[in-house]
């Protein structure tokens, strides 16, 4: 009886063995979840890379709007004013300021570096680290293009 139940489990081990596997083993499911995790890994550092110059080109695009609402202001005051909030002031009953009140600050949520010297203005953020003069800030005006 027991020589029968022999015969038997070989032939199941030998059925199994020839008919492959059904499933995946743990390893297999492992490695497959450790690939998707490099891939995923690798796709968040670029676009985290990504945002970030989008929020450089924005501050860019920002510091030329200012720029040029400055000059009008300029043009037609015939000097700079004092400060950007004078910028969002309705010049007319029916008008709202030339800004908004959300375009006083820069893509990273901190006021834009503002200054009036004579004749010239001085308009900067204080960039990604968010400290001023640092290297990578980005400024407008008295003789500089958007850096």
Known sequence: MREGNMKTRVKLVRDVLRKGQSGMTLIEIMVV????????????????NYLAQAKVDAARVSLEKIGSVLEMYYAKHDEYPSS????????????????????????????????????GFKLCSSGPDKKESTEDDLCLGEDEDVE
């Not at 004078?86 to 375009?103: I, P, Q, V």
Request: aromatic share 8%.
């Open 33 to 48: 979840i450790a690939i998707i995790g490099i891939v995923m890994s690798a796709v968040g550092y670029g676009v985290m």
């Open 84 to 119: 950007l909030d004078e910028l969002t002031k309705s010049a007319s009953k029916k008008g709202k300021g030339a800004l908004k009140k959300a375009d006083l600050k820069d893509p990273w949520k901190k006021k834009w570096i503002y200054s009036v010297d004579g004749d």
